[in-house]
Each structure stands twice: as C-alpha cells, then as structure tokens.
C-alpha cells in the first residue's frame, strides 16, 4: 500500500481547524472532512455516546497526557474532500460532544462546526440518533450549569473537558487517494481478528480497572487469559455467555459488538451506590472465605463468587468470572465417563454427540440445550462434593432441557435464529415453546423448576417417516426422538 499516508490529529485540529495536527513527515495538513454518499447509516445511540463521554471523563481524571480515541480512514478525491471510509460514527459524535459544549459558554462562532453543515443520506437512524445524542450530551454538558452555587464551577469543569477533548485525544488517520486502497485497508482492519474485537476491548477495559495490582499480577492475569484460544474466547462471549444474559431478560439476542459490550464491563472499583457495594461486598466476602482455611477447617464448601444473572465486578474478578465459566461450560462438554464433573457418559448427548453435530439448525438447538444446563449448573449445582441427590436432580434436568431444546429441532425442517428466537421468547406458536432461562433464574430450588417443566413440556407429534427410532449404532441411539419416546414426550 505505497500510497498511504500516516498522519495523528488532535480531535480539535481535525474538526474545529479543519487540519491533521502532524503526519509521518512532520508537516501538518488542512482536510475538509466529508461523507460519502456509500457510508452506512449513524446508527450510534445515546448510550453509545454517553460511553464515549465516560471514558472521556475518566481518561482526564487519569491525567493521562494523550487519550488515544481510535482510527480514521480517509480517501482524498480529486475534488480535495476528504471522504471518511472509517470513523464516521466517532467523528460525527464528537462533533456533536463539541457542540454541546460550546453551547454551555455560549460561543456563537465555535458553534458552527463545518463538518456537522453537510448534508447527510436521509434515514430513519441518522434522523433519530443525531439529535437524540445531541441532547443526550445536553443533559449531561447542562446539568449542574443552571446552579447559583455550583454554576461556575461546573462551567469551569466542562471547559477543562473541551480542552482535553480539543488537545488531548488523538486520532490516527489514514489517507489515500485511491479509493479501492481505501477499502482494501479498511477490510484489512477489520477482518484481522474480527471476532476477537468485543473480548479484546473487554480485556482492554477490564486491565485499565486493576490499578490497585502489582505488574507481575496483572502479568499473570494476563497470561491466564491467553491460554484459551481466542476463537474460542469469542465463541464463549458472543454465542453463550451474551445471549443467557438477553435471554434470562426476555431480549432478543442479536450479536456482541463493540456497541453492547457494556453488559460486561459491570459494575467499577469506584461505585458507591447500595446497588454496587451490595454485589462488591458479596464478591469479596467470597474470596475471603475461600482463601482463607475455613472451608478446610469446618467442612463448608466452596463460596461461588459469581451467578450469571448478576452482574460483573469490573477489573481482575471479570478475568476470574472468564475462567470460572469457561471452566464449566467445558466441563458440560465433556461427555467422558470418567473425566468431567457434571456431564459423564450420557446417552442423549451422546447421541447428539455422534450424529447430530452438524448444519446450522443442529448447531442451534445444541447451543439452546447447552446453555440450559449451564444456566442450571451456575445456579443449582454445587460448585464441590455434589450429592447423590444432586446428581439425580441434574440428570432429570437434563432430559428436560433436551425435550425443551429438540422440540424445537422436531418441528422446523429448516432452522434459523429468527425462529430459534421466537420459540424462547414466546411468539412461534411451536409446542413447548418458552423461556426456560428466566424459568430457571425464578426457580428458589431444583425441585420447583422441574415441577415446572413437568408442568410446560407437552408430547410433540411427528409424521410416520421418522424412521426406525430405536436403531442403535455401537450402543449409541442413531435418532434423538428416541429420547422423546422413552421418556413419553412423543405423539405419533
């Protein structure tokens, strides 16, 4: 890519004195910022936006000297514009940030941001989303202003953050004039990695909370991490762990990006609500007990430090809560007979194991049961010394879970997510649909919760050419309705 051109910018220079601050040969460059025609929609929200502003606020209150706030792309056309590639929904929301702040001192003339005069492609997002975020930054930038007492201060305190913002944070700016080269960076960046981006953003944000630990600690913590590979990691966040969170709250779970993170980032050192200090306290009270030689000494079992539907303490406990669930939901994996904790030589997942392990639609009822039982473990199942009654309890659960996750297999012969959806949240029409996370996290006891199932689950009824159903292979059942029929959940 010899046409490239490397530049760093003040968010100030860029968009209030239209110039990139300095480039790789030292010189500083004038830009007239412009979006083409082929950009996506604004789609950022409030939230979005407020999160920038927080980061912001934090990075000052760090005292840190440059905050570095992302990259941009630009390809200079013939005309002289510089058209943003990557970067608009950034660089349009600090242009918004910037606005609001002028308009707190009043300063008429900095209110005429020339980026924010263009026009844009008219749609439904870009139409709610940049006024919504501007007065969601008036909200904030306004409030306290209006106070006799704390009036002025809060007016100094908002110019010291337009200060930062104007010649503190920093982008790194690309530019070229071949548009194809453009692009070609672009996918370049974002297809490297793309499916590590939310957890490397989690692991970024999560490292700048554990200030309170010593380098060779954080160098642990960090070295534990990269030990589970990293596909593996964004399977773990985006396909199981974000989706029991949306689910247990009745959402619909789309993906993980770096815009619904923040369901992660949880609750901060510096939090002093009741809310906070009720599940900062309960953390730490675990790791007291647990490090401590009482278990030993009075025979008590482990503390569990985390629940799914709970939310995360931020900084080194997000990497324990990492390795705490990965460590589980392997172990609902491992099928062996003799190796694992929960799951040990089942017949069903066996046979799910054998022949029901490929296409899109086995993939999704597989994961449905998964995090079933997963979500069961994390709340049921103690965490050493199980029971024979608790082993009992979890195996029934687990014939639930599959009756509750391959229904819904038996009754589609094409499988996507908008059905696989519908059925959790309730709106298929499908027999035994419903959602069996929020069922779990409202269940006081294993015993209520398959009450309820008991109650929930209905035969399904399937056609005549199912096949042989009982035909084994190697002690292995080749049909899951098998499962349907020893357990009476089938109606031919």
């Known amino acids: 890519m010899s046409n490239l051109t490397l530049a760093i910018t003040t968010v100030g220079d860029l968009l209030l004195n239209g110039k990139l601050t300095r480039r790789e040969d030292g010189h500083s460059e004038p830009v007239r910022l412009t979006i083409p025609v082929y950009q996506r929609p604004y789609k950022w929200s409030a939230r979005n936006a407020i999160q920038l502003l927080d980061d912001i606020i934090e990075a000052r209150n760090a005292n840190k000297e440059v905050y570095r706030v992302g990259t941009l792309i630009l390809h200079k056309d013939g005309c002289g514009n510089y058209n943003i590639v990557d970067g608009q929904q950034r660089t349009i929301t600090f242009s918004l940030l910037l606005y609001a702040l002028y308009e707190l001192e009043q300063e008429q003339d900095r209110l005429k941001i020339e980026f924010l005069e263009q026009d844009v492609l008219s749609n439904q997002f870009s139409r709610r989303n940049i006024p919504n975020n501007l007065n969601a930054f008036r909200r904030r930038i306004l409030k306290g202003a209006t106070d006799e007492a704390d009036g002025a201060e809060h007016k100094r305190n908002m110019q010291n953050l337009r200060s930062f913002i104007e010649s503190q944070c920093e982008l790194i700016v690309v530019v070229t004039e071949n548009l194809s080269e453009a692009f070609q960076f672009f996918d370049s960046q974002n297809a490297r990695g793309k499916a590590l981006y939310p957890h490397d953003l989690l692991k970024a944000y999560h490292l700048r909370e554990m200030t309170d630990l010593k380098a060779d600690e954080v160098e642990q913590i960090v070295a534990q991490w990269e030990t589970i590979p990293q596909d593996k990691l964004a399977e773990f966040f985006g ?205 006081d006891t294993p015993l209520s919760l398959l009450s309820a199932m008991e109650d929930r689950l209905s035969p399904i009824r399937v056609g005549e050419d199912v096949g042989n159903i009982d035909c084994k292979d190697d002690g292995v059942y080749r049909h899951y309705l098998h499962f349907f029929a020893k357990y009476n959940f089938l109606d031919k």
């Open 239 to 443: 396909q199981y762990i974000y989706r029991i969170k949306e689910w247990i709250n009745g959402n619909w779970a789309e993906s993980l990006t770096e815009h619904n993170i923040y369901k992660f980032k949880g609750i901060n050192r510096t939090a002093r609500t009741p809310y906070a200090q009720f599940y900062k306290s309960a953390y730490s009270y675990a790791q007291m007990i647990n490090n401590s030689a009482m278990p030993f000494v009075s025979g008590t079992r482990e503390i569990n430090a985390f629940q799914l539907n709970t939310p995360i303490i931020a900084g080194k406990p997000f990497f324990d809560y990492t390795q705490h669930y990965y460590r589980i939901l392997h172990d609902v994996h491992d099928n062996s007979k003799y190796e694992g904790f929960y799951i040990k030589d089942n017949e069903i997942v066996k046979t799910l194991d054998r022949y029901f392990d490929g296409g899109s639609g086995n993939r999704i009822v597989r994961l449905l049961f998964d995090t079933a039982l997963l979500l069961y473990v994390d709340r049921f199942c103690p965490a050493t010394f199980p029971t024979k009654e608790d082993t009992e309890l979890f195996e029934r659960f687990v014939v639930y879970a599959f009756i509750w996750a391959y229904s819904l297999r038996a009754q589609y012969y094409r499988l996507g997510w908008q059905s696989t959806q519908n059925y959790i949240l309730g709106g298929s029409g499908k027999v035994n649909e419903g959602n069996i996370y929020k069922l779990i996290t409202d269940s």
